[in-house]
């Protein structure tokens, strides 16, 4: 499996920005999906974001479109997650995985079975 190594959460405040990265151990294929999940306190872990590694498709929830955005740089292997006018309700720890897609499934509906450690986002009112 990919070794995935989360970074770039923090302590922001409403209104403002930041950007993880979900670099790598090892080149990732065309073929794989990156994923990005969160999880609040007490809650369950949720899709937030996806794109295809060779960046010709991307998926948001509802509750982030338009505010974020996910890219990846493949001379690094690294996937990002660009979030802007950020607000409370985003404070969780985020997730960034990485699998293939399933067969009959949609494609940000992937298998993915390599995972980051996770990273803490904070949202100050």
């Known amino acids: 499996q990919v070794q995935l190594v989360e970074s770039g959460g923090g302590l922001v405040q409403a209104g403002g920005s930041l950007r993880l990265s979900c670099a790598a151990s090892?080149?990732?294929?065309?073929?794989?999906?990156l994923g990005w999940f969160r999880q609040a306190p007490g809650k369950e872990r949720m899709f937030v974001a996806a794109?295809?590694?060779?960046?010709?498709?991307?998926y948001y929830s509802d509750s982030v479109s338009g505010r974020f955005t996910v890219t990846r740089d493949n001379a690094k292997s690294t996937g990002y997650l660009q979030m802007n006018s950020l607000k409370p309700e985003d404070t969780a720890v985020y997730y960034c995985?990485?699998?293939?897609?399933?067969?009959?499934?949609?494609?940000?509906?992937?298998?993915?079975?390599?995972w980051g450690q996770g990273t803490q986002v904070t949202v100050s009112s």
């Open positions: 995985a990485v699998g293939y897609p399933k067969a009959g499934s949609p494609w940000y509906n992937a298998d993915f079975n390599s």
């Open positions: 090892e080149r990732i294929f065309s073929s794989y999906v």
């Open positions: 794109a295809t590694w060779n960046g010709g498709y991307t």
